[in-house]
């Protein structure tokens, strides 16, 4: 990307930010309150990112030692940028354990007359209409920024 093209996603992700912060004022929820409050976290940090690409371009200018490399990585890192709008798992298939939402690791051996078996959560993807007016923000936002996003709920905390 070049530098124009990390200015423009900057304004669009400001731009879309604002946009959440007033359509967050007509939430009728607390369940689409924490959606707005997840997209907001989101957005700045994908701004973040953005921020620091376009610091790092500039010293790659003036020949810092290492901005290059720096910037690379972080290019690299924000390719692979995705906001992750309710449950966040994380597995460790060695151990078998996993965690929802960086909380305490469970583990997700159980054991009967059976057997051992090894249960891990499921995640299941939120409809349009589970997440309601965000629904056409994220549509917006992917169409503009390119930014993935991850719509998903364990089935424990699944709305419905």
Known sequence: MTSDDNLTLYANLAGFRLIVLANRLGCDSAF???????LIEGLDAAIDR?????????RVLVGEEFAAFRLEREIEIFGRFTINLLDELDIDYDTHEFRLDGGRWISALTVDDAGVHVDYPA????????????APLIRDIVRQTGIAFRPVASLAHKIG
């Open 32 to 38: 689409s309150q924490a959606l707005h409050d997840r």
């Open 50 to 58: 953005v921020r620091t690409i376009m610091d790092l371009e500039q």
């Open 123 to 134: 995640l299941v993807s939120l409809t349009d209409e589970e997440l309601g007016s965000v």
